[in-house]
């Protein structure tokens, strides 16, 4: 985590402007497991019923955000905390899960939202002041619910809308891996298709690889996703032409 935010803070003082988006999945299962509740997945993504959404808020817009936005700034950068709800930064509505093996069905998941818009002015507040903003994927809907977005959707969908150069998704696996366990170091929008017709993408890698491919489409100029557990990874991906994940290309 320290070696990250130093990359962040390195970048920044270089003259980029790095956006973070972080998640936390295992911070909110130990959370709720402290509280006797167990988290529950469809398709990768977390089933959110009131109370989870109540946690789910406290950990991400809290306990997370905060401890990112400490260590940015004990390293001499300076970080603001965000949520959707912060100058109306993301609005949000119900999300209906459609069923993978049948379309016509879908899953009512709660409290998961997917993005209706993105108003980034209090992203370009910050960043035009020399802050780093650091954003906790939780939306706001027209229903003035809360509403719990996969980190990944929301990274690609604030991408798209700053026109971002680069988005990169950090992971706890080298990157995109085949069947046998190999690397692949580029996909094109053909190969993902391919992929996901033959469950060789599943999980939590899905909203990650949808998501990506979605910003590459729409004017992102280079998508990666990256082993976050190596050291600068960051750096290594942003500043070298060595790379240490897999690249994505929309064609």
Excluded at 126 to 144: R, T, Y
Excluded at 194 to 217: R, V
Aim: charged share 20%; proline share 4%; with cysteine.
């Amino acid at each position: 985590q320290e070696a990250f935010a130093r990359d962040v803070v390195l970048l920044k003082l270089v003259g980029m402007n790095p956006i973070v988006v972080h998640g936390g999945g295992p911070q909110i299962d130990e959370a709720l497991k402290r509280v006797g509740k167990t988290g529950q997945f469809i398709q990768g993504m977390r089933v959110t019923d009131e109370e989870t959404m109540e946690v789910v808020e406290w950990v991400l817009g809290g306990q997370v955000q905060q401890d990112i936005v400490m260590m940015i700034n004990s390293l001499g950068g300076k970080a603001g905390g965000l949520t959707g709800k912060d100058g109306g930064l993301i609005r949000a509505r119900k999300m209906l899960l459609p069923d993978q093996s049948n379309p016509d069905q879908s899953h009512d998941i709660g409290f998961v939202g997917e993005i209706d818009s993105i108003d980034p002015s209090v992203v370009r507040a910050l960043q035009d002041d020399a802050f780093i903003p650091v954003i906790s994927p939780i939306g706001f809907g027209a229903d003035g619910m809360a509403y719990n977005i996969n980190a990944d959707l929301v990274a690609g969908k604030i991408a798209e809308v700053l026109k971002a150069e680069k988005l990169i998704m950090m992971t706890n696996t080298p990157g995109v891996l085949d069947k046998s366990g190999q690397l692949l170091t580029g996909l094109t929008a053909r190969r993902i298709d391919e992929l996901f017709a033959e469950g060789t993408i599943s999980g939590g890698m899905l909203p990650k690889i949808s998501s990506a491919l979605e910003a590459a489409k729409s004017g992102v100029n280079a998508v990666h996703i990256v082993d976050g557990r190596v050291e600068h990874c960051l750096l290594l991906e942003v500043l070298t032409d060595l790379g240490v994940g897999t690249m994505i290309k929309s064609h």
